[in-house]
Structures are given as C-alpha cells and as structure tokens.
C-alpha cells in the first residue's frame, strides 16, 4: 500500500473523519472548560484578596481610629480653609479684596481659569485623594517693590485658600510728575489656588 | 522427552495471539481453514484441490465475517530457500541490497520473503540472511484471489516450514543439528534447522497409503542426511537428531527403523498425546487434518517471514490502519475525558469554597469569613469619630497641605539678592524684573502665561528670573557699560543660592555673525541706552 494515495484515503475517510471529530469537540470542550477553570482560579484568588485585605482592615482598625483622631481636626480646618472639597472662588475674591485694602494698593484686577488636574500632583503622592489647582492672573500697581511681598503674604495669612505663586513680572511704570502716592511699579503675577478631593466625592 | 532444552524464559514478547482469525494451508492435494477464537481453534473444514473445492471454499468465506484477518500457509514442492552472508548494511542500503538479491534469486514469483538471521563470526561481521520464496504462485493463485474477492484481509502467506520453527521453541529444543520430519497432507515434510534456526527443508512426495511408505520414509530421511552432507550444511560426522512428528501415531516404525539404521542419528518421536499436552492443541482438532498442527502453530505466531506483496495484504493493512485510527481516536477522547473530567472536578471545589456559605461545612469558607471579618470591622468602626473620609484619607490631606506649604515659593528671596547686588552696582538700573517657579525656566519675553495655562510638568521646578535693565549713565563708551554689565553678573553669580547666570542681551551685539551700526558723536545723552537682559537661576533645593 503507498501508504496514503487517494483511495486508501477515500477507505479510510470514515475513521479519519471520527478522529478529526473527536479531536475538534475535545479540543472545544478542553478550551472551554481551561476557560472556566481559569474564571473560576481568578475568583477563588479575589477572594483570597478580599480576605486578606478584611484580616489587614480588621487587624488595623485601632490603627486607623488613632488615625482619625490626631488628624480630623485638622482636615476639618483645611476644610474651611476650602482646600479639600469644592472650589470656594467667593472666598479668593474676598481675599483679593482684603488683601488689597489692608496693604493700601491701587486695585486687583483678576482673571481665573477653569479648573484642571494639579501637574505636580504625583510628587506629593495623593493615593486616592485628588488635587486641582485653577489658575488666577492678577495685575496690581504698586509703589514699591516690598508691596508685592506685602499683598501676596496678607493673601496667605487671610485663610482663603491654598496657593502658590507661579510667576510674577515687575515693571517701571512712568510716575509723570514723581508725585507722591502714585505707583511707580505694575505688577502681574500668576497664582495657582489648589483644592484637593477626596474618593467618591464629583467635581461640582 | 529427554532432550536438551533451552532455558525457559516467560516473558518472551510473542505472546500466544488470541485474537480471531482465519488460518488456511494449501497444499497441491488439499485445503484446510479453521477459525481461531480465542488461542485455539476447534477443527478444519477441507477442500479438495480442484475447481470443486474452490467453489466450496467460495462460499465457505462467504459466510465468514469480513473483517476477519486471513492467514495463509503454503506447503508445496516449489519452494525454495537460501542461507546467505551479505555486507552488513543498515537502512535504505540494506533494503536496496537484500531486495537485489531477492529479484536475483526469484524472478518469477512475487511470493519470496528475506530474513537476518544474525552476523558471521568472521572479521566481516557480514549479514546472514534467509532468503525463501514459493516459486509456483500458480498454486495459490486462485485461493488467494478467492480470499480477495470475499473482501477479507490477507495478513500474510507463509512456507509451512518457517511455521517449523514454532514448534521447535514450544518444545524448547536445543539440539544443534535438528531434522524435523512430519506427514502432511502433501507428503513427507523434512525440515532442517541449525541452532534453532531454519536452513533447509524439502517435501517428498510419498504416497502414505502404501506399504513401503514407512520404508520409503526412513530413505528419505537418510537421504537428507547425505543431501545435508552435499551442500555442506552439515558434516556426516556431525551429531544429527531427528524429531519425528507423528500426529496420528503412525510413524512408531519409522522411528525405530531410522534408529536401528543409523546409529549416529538420534531419533524422537513426538507422539499424539505428547502434542496436544505440550502444543496445546485440542485433539480433536489435531484429528481433523494432517495440517492441522502447523494451523496451530501458525495460530499462535505467525513468522516474520511473510511471503505476500504489499498488493496482497492491502486489505489487511488498511484495516490495521483503520483500527489503528479508531484506537488513536479512542485513546484521544478517553484522555480529553479524564482531564475533562479532573478540570471540572476543580472547578466544582473551587465553587464550593466560593459560594457556599453553609454553617455545617467542614471547613469555613472565605466568603463567610470575610463576611465576619468586615462585620467585625464595622463593629469597630462604630467606635470612631464620626469623619468624612478615611483615616488614611484624613492623613494624606494634613500631610499634602503641608508638603504644598513647604514646596511654596515667592519672588522675595530673589529680589532681595538682587537688591543686595545692585547696592554694589550703581551704574546698573534694573527697568523690569520677572520670576518664575516651574520645571522650565523662564521666557526672555518675561511675560507670564494666560491664566489655564499651567508650567509643563515634570522635572524638578526651580526658581528662575529675568532682570531688564540699563547702565545708567551712559555716553557711548560700549566698554565701560559692558565691564559694569558683567560686574553686576559676576556678583549674582557669587551669591551661594544661584545656580547660573546668563547675560541674554548686551548694548551692542558684537556676535560676528550680525550686522553692527551705530554713531560715534561725543556728548551726554545723544549717545542711546545701554540695555541688557539677564537670565538668573536659583539651586533646585531652593
């Protein structure tokens, strides 16, 4: 017999055709219960995780209420200070504002842009907290150089908010006359005021 | 039977063969077939030689089942055997070699058959080889169309003394020179074997029914002795014995004739009773015909010296390859079910250790006792102030604000170092100042982005400042306010909190890649401004 010519084939085409059935369902039958197998692995292993973390959670429940208490107040205040939770732009105003008067400048003109994702965000590590930051241009005359430091060191201590200067531009202005109270300098700085999230809390 | 005899070992690989068949011995006078079942067969139904005995032998294998493997033995005058030494050789060589020689040997027959049997002891180690072949296919011609026909698969056709050679390892027999001599059907069988291995062997034609027939049997035996002598197989001085297989018991004559004329041959007669107890062959069908025993043998295993072409046993390979393909695809579907089988008896544990939440179990599952652990949780955390977050959570604030606090920066630290230098500069008037707290330094324009568009990230942020400024006075001396612009460099980039210090811009543009103009009149105020810029970099840690 040439081992395999046509009509041996063709004799033959019963039992290869059984054979090729066999191997098509079992290798159907073996893919699908690997695949489910696989599921429920990948379930069985969950649920060693969750275990795991319930035992970890449990083991440090002292941990944390210790944690709750040395912190809350604190987290309370930076509440009210409107760096954690929703944006409190009224306040910045206000702060503007104050600040502008208590140093005795010439106004504050303004402009806030819409809030975005803080990019130094990754080197303080949030984990599951967010930050935000918007970013405020401001424009103010000043009389000297010193009433610069003045504002921005008032606009701190107010409790406003939480910001940092970005940058800032000082330059000569023509005083005319060199009248007295009359800005010599113009100043434009760029702030950005940041504002933290907690988990499960929107953006609102 | 008191002859020498090999040692007896068990766990010979040819295993009697129990599997069902359909054994055949033609011979020119008559036909014998018998179904095996089960290792034994229980009689022979006989055809006569003739065109009346193939019809009965027709429809005899009508009857049989088809798929019953057929085996044939011949036993017939034109037969012809050659001991012979060829080059040792392997493989395709080998096939190619011994099959030139058989083409040699027998051109008129496609029934011819070559065994190894072993290596010469000389310094050659050539091949011996047992070359056989009927050389009358005619004989069998018409039976084995006959077996075709009836669509039944011939495993094979085999010389009835290579069947010989069965019985010599039944026995166990270790007699160097060994004549085995038996009455069949076709007359008188005489086969010699050399160390258990077949040499030679011949039929003579002797008519049983006469009474010189013992006679002339006890001639013939003798002759073969001289015949052995003549191709120089053996020696006349060598010791031969002679096995007389007397079925029917009726050669007890011969034997003591064969012994009583030759006294250097050692004569046994192997009796009827003797055969069915040690061959194992029922006695009836020992009884049923004079080839009956060599069915038998033939039954239990079937020689490697196989005679059929590969035309003939087509049927019966195809089949082997068919049953072949079914066990393959049998063992593949028992396999498949097994592992099957195991994965979802996993799977079923693992479920059972998911889901089942059952106080009675033996073992507690991980559901029920995350479900304890995370009530036992809540239960704790009644006891904590109410917050609202996490402790974590509440942690991560306090300490981002103050990372921020501490990571604030303000233009004062720069403009009071410039300040404390321009003290030292008087000749320097600074007409804007610009700073910046980012990964990038600041732009030459100084003017700080609109607001939405925050510093790029990435890279630790420093602080960096951007002084427009002029010599004042200046009267056209380019030198001097050059010398005054570097002095003032010079000292900022003394000062321990700068990194770097880059003059940006001079008054006058001495690259000699640029065009150059100007006026050279003497006198105050007619002679420009003296502008310059200047980059400043502060330390990252700052």
Same mark, same amino acid.
């Given at each position: 017999?040439?081992?395999?010519?046509?009509?041996?084939?063709?004799?033959?085409?019963?039992?290869?055709?059984?054979?090729?059935?066999?191997?098509?369902?079992?290798?159907?039958?073996?893919?699908?219960?690997?695949?489910?197998?696989?599921?429920?692995?990948?379930?069985?292993?969950?649920?060693?995780?969750?275990?795991?973390?319930?035992?970890?959670?449990?083991?440090?429940?002292?941990?944390?209420?210790?944690?709750?208490?040395?912190?809350?107040?604190?987290?309370?205040?930076?509440?009210?200070?409107?760096?954690?939770?929703?944006?409190?732009?009224?306040?910045?105003?206000?702060?503007?504002?104050?600040?502008?008067?208590?140093?005795?400048?010439?106004?504050?003109?303004?402009?806030?842009?819409?809030?975005?994702?803080?990019?130094?965000?990754?080197?303080?590590?949030?984990?599951?907290?967010?930050?935000?930051?918007?970013?405020?241009?401001?424009?103010?005359?000043?009389?000297?150089?010193?009433?610069?430091?003045?504002?921005?060191?008032?606009?701190?201590?107010?409790?406003?908010?939480?910001?940092?200067?970005?940058?800032?531009?000082?330059?000569?202005?023509?005083?005319?006359?060199?009248?007295?109270?009359?800005?010599?300098?113009?100043?434009?700085?760029?702030?950005?005021?940041?504002?933290?999230?907690?988990?499960?809390?929107?953006?609102? | 039977?008191?002859?020498?005899?090999?040692?007896?070992?068990?766990?010979?690989?040819?295993?009697?063969?129990?599997?069902?068949?359909?054994?055949?011995?033609?011979?020119?006078?008559?036909?014998?077939?018998?179904?095996?079942?089960?290792?034994?067969?229980?009689?022979?139904?006989?055809?006569?030689?003739?065109?009346?005995?193939?019809?009965?032998?027709?429809?005899?294998?009508?009857?049989?089942?088809?798929?019953?493997?057929?085996?044939?033995?011949?036993?017939?005058?034109?037969?012809?055997?050659?001991?012979?030494?060829?080059?040792?050789?392997?493989?395709?060589?080998?096939?190619?070699?011994?099959?030139?020689?058989?083409?040699?040997?027998?051109?008129?027959?496609?029934?011819?058959?070559?065994?190894?049997?072993?290596?010469?002891?000389?310094?050659?180690?050539?091949?011996?080889?047992?070359?056989?072949?009927?050389?009358?296919?005619?004989?069998?011609?018409?039976?084995?169309?006959?077996?075709?026909?009836?669509?039944?698969?011939?495993?094979?056709?085999?010389?009835?003394?290579?069947?010989?050679?069965?019985?010599?390892?039944?026995?166990?027999?270790?007699?160097?020179?060994? *004549?085995? /001599?038996?009455?069949?059907? #076709?007359?008188?069988? $005489?086969?010699? %074997?050399? @160390?258990?291995?077949? !040499?030679?062997?011949?039929?003579?034609?002797?008519?049983?029914?006469?009474?010189?027939?013992?006679?002339?049997?006890?001639?013939?035996?003798?002759?073969?002795?001289?015949?052995?002598?003549?191709?120089?197989?053996?020696?006349?001085?060598?010791? *031969?014995? /002679?096995?007389?297989?007397? #079925?029917?018991?009726? $050669?007890?004559? %011969?034997? @003591?004739?064969?012994? !009583?004329?030759?006294?250097?041959?050692?004569?046994?007669?192997?009796?009827?009773?003797?055969?069915?107890?040690?061959?194992?062959?029922?006695?009836?069908?020992?009884?049923?015909?004079?080839?009956?025993?060599?069915?038998?043998?033939?039954?239990?295993?079937?020689?490697?010296?196989?005679?059929?072409?590969?035309?003939?046993?087509?049927?019966?390979?195809?089949?082997?390859?068919?049953?072949?393909?079914?066990?393959?695809?049998?063992?593949?579907?028992?396999?498949?079910?097994?592992?099957?089988?195991?994965?979802?008896?996993?799977?079923?544990?693992?479920?059972?250790?998911?889901?089942?939440?059952?106080?009675?179990?033996?073992?507690?599952?991980?559901?029920?006792?995350?479900?304890?652990?995370?009530?036992?949780?809540?239960?704790?955390?009644?006891?904590?102030?109410?917050?609202?977050?996490?402790?974590?959570?509440?942690?991560?604030?306090?300490?981002?604000?103050?990372?921020?606090?501490?990571?604030?920066?303000?233009?004062?630290?720069?403009?009071?170092?410039?300040?404390?230098?321009?003290?030292?500069?008087?000749?320097?008037?600074?007409?804007?100042?610009?700073?910046?707290?980012?990964?990038?330094?600041?732009?030459?324009?100084?003017?700080?982005?609109?607001?939405?568009?925050?510093?790029?990230?990435?890279?630790?942020?420093?602080?960096?400042?951007?002084?427009?400024?002029?010599?004042?006075?200046?009267?056209?001396?380019?030198?001097?306010?050059?010398?005054?612009?570097?002095?003032?460099?010079?000292?900022?980039?003394?000062?321990?909190?700068?990194?770097?210090?880059?003059?940006?811009?001079?008054?006058?543009?001495?690259?000699?890649?640029?065009?150059?103009?100007?006026?050279?009149?003497?006198?105050?105020?007619?002679?420009?401004?003296?502008?310059?810029?200047?980059?400043?970099?502060?330390?990252?840690?700052?």
């Amino acid at each position: 017999m040439n081992a395999l010519d046509l009509h041996t084939l063709k004799t033959l085409r019963r039992p290869l055709g059984v054979l090729a059935a066999v191997i098509a369902i079992g290798a159907i039958l073996l893919s699908y219960t690997d695949g489910e197998l696989q599921s429920a692995q990948r379930a069985a292993a969950q649920q060693q995780n969750q275990l795991r973390e319930a035992r970890i959670q449990l083991n440090k429940s002292g941990e944390e209420k210790e944690t709750i208490v040395r912190y809350l107040d604190r987290y309370q205040y930076l509440q009210q200070l409107g760096f954690v939770g929703d944006e409190q732009r009224i306040n910045w105003l206000d702060g503007l504002r104050f600040a502008n008067r208590e140093t005795r400048l010439f106004g504050v003109d303004y402009q806030i842009g819409a809030q975005q994702p803080y990019p130094y965000a990754a080197e303080l590590n949030p984990g599951q907290l967010t930050l935000y930051q918007s970013v405020m241009k401001i424009n103010l005359k000043l009389l000297h150089e010193g009433d610069l430091m003045r504002f921005l060191g008032t606009l701190a201590r107010l409790g406003a908010g939480l910001f940092s200067v970005n940058q800032c531009v000082i330059e000569r202005v023509d005083a005319g006359d060199n009248l007295r109270n009359q800005p010599n300098l113009r100043a434009e700085c760029e702030l950005a005021w940041i504002t933290l999230r907690p988990p499960g809390e929107k953006k609102s | 039977m008191n002859w020498p005899a090999l040692p007896k070992f068990n766990f010979s690989f040819n295993r009697p063969d129990t599997g069902d068949k359909l054994l055949i011995s033609v011979s020119a006078r008559q036909v014998s077939a018998a179904h095996w079942r089960h290792g034994h067969f229980a009689g022979c139904d006989m055809f006569t030689y003739s065109d009346e005995g193939l019809a009965a032998f027709k429809s005899y294998l009508a009857e049989i089942r088809k798929s019953l493997p057929v085996h044939m033995l011949v036993d017939a005058v034109e037969e012809d055997y050659r001991f012979e030494a060829l080059p040792h050789s392997t493989g395709r060589d080998r096939s190619a070699l011994v099959n030139r020689k058989l083409k040699q040997h027998y051109r008129n027959t496609p029934y011819l058959s070559a065994q190894l049997r072993g290596r010469d002891a000389g310094k050659r180690r050539d091949d011996r080889y047992l070359f056989c072949a009927l050389t009358n296919p005619e004989l069998i011609a018409e039976w084995v169309q006959a077996v075709i026909e009836c669509d039944l698969p011939l495993a094979g056709i085999y010389l009835l003394p290579t069947v010989s050679q069965g019985l010599v390892e039944r026995l166990q027999l270790a007699q160097t020179n060994l *004549l085995l /001599v038996s009455s069949n059907s #076709s007359g008188l069988r $005489l086969t010699f %074997l050399r @160390e258990q291995t077949l !040499r030679i062997s011949r039929l003579a034609r002797i008519d049983a029914t006469t009474a010189q027939a013992i006679k002339n049997y006890a001639e013939e035996i003798s002759n073969t002795r001289l015949y052995l002598h003549a191709l120089r197989v053996m020696t006349l001085d060598e010791q *031969l014995s /002679v096995l007389i297989v007397d #079925s029917d018991d009726t $050669l007890a004559e %011969l034997a @003591e004739i064969v012994a !009583r004329d030759n006294p250097n041959i050692e004569c046994h007669r192997l009796t009827r009773a003797e055969i069915v107890a040690r061959i194992g062959i029922a006695a009836p069908a020992l009884d049923s015909s004079a080839d009956a025993l060599y069915l038998h043998l033939l039954g239990l295993q079937a020689p490697d010296s196989n005679l059929a072409p590969a035309n003939v046993t087509f049927g019966y390979r195809r089949q082997k390859l068919r049953r072949g393909i079914n066990a393959a695809a049998g063992v593949i579907a028992f396999v498949m079910a097994v592992m099957g089988a195991y994965s979802w008896y996993r799977i079923y544990d693992i479920n059972l250790e998911i889901k089942s939440d059952s106080e009675s179990a033996a073992r507690q599952t991980a559901a029920r006792q995350i479900a304890e652990l995370q009530a036992q949780y809540r239960e704790a955390t009644r006891q904590y102030p109410a917050a609202p977050t996490s402790g974590e959570n509440l942690r991560s604030a306090v300490e981002i604000s103050q990372k921020i606090g501490a990571t604030t920066r303000s233009p004062e630290t720069m403009m009071t170092i410039v300040s404390r230098v321009l003290e030292h500069s008087p000749a320097i008037a600074v007409k804007r100042f610009g700073w910046k707290y980012g990964a990038t330094n600041i732009e030459p324009g100084g003017k700080a982005d609109e607001p939405g568009f925050a510093a790029a990230a990435g890279g630790a942020r420093r602080q960096s400042g951007l002084i427009d400024g002029e010599v004042r006075p200046f009267r056209g001396d380019h030198r001097a306010a050059i010398e005054a612009i570097n002095g003032f460099a010079s000292l900022l980039a003394q000062q321990p909190q700068v990194a770097e210090v880059k003059i940006t811009k001079l008054p006058l543009n001495i690259n000699p890649a640029s065009a150059l103009s100007g006026n050279t009149t003497e006198g105050g105020g007619l002679a420009g401004t003296a502008e310059f810029k200047l980059l400043l970099v502060f330390k990252p840690t700052l």
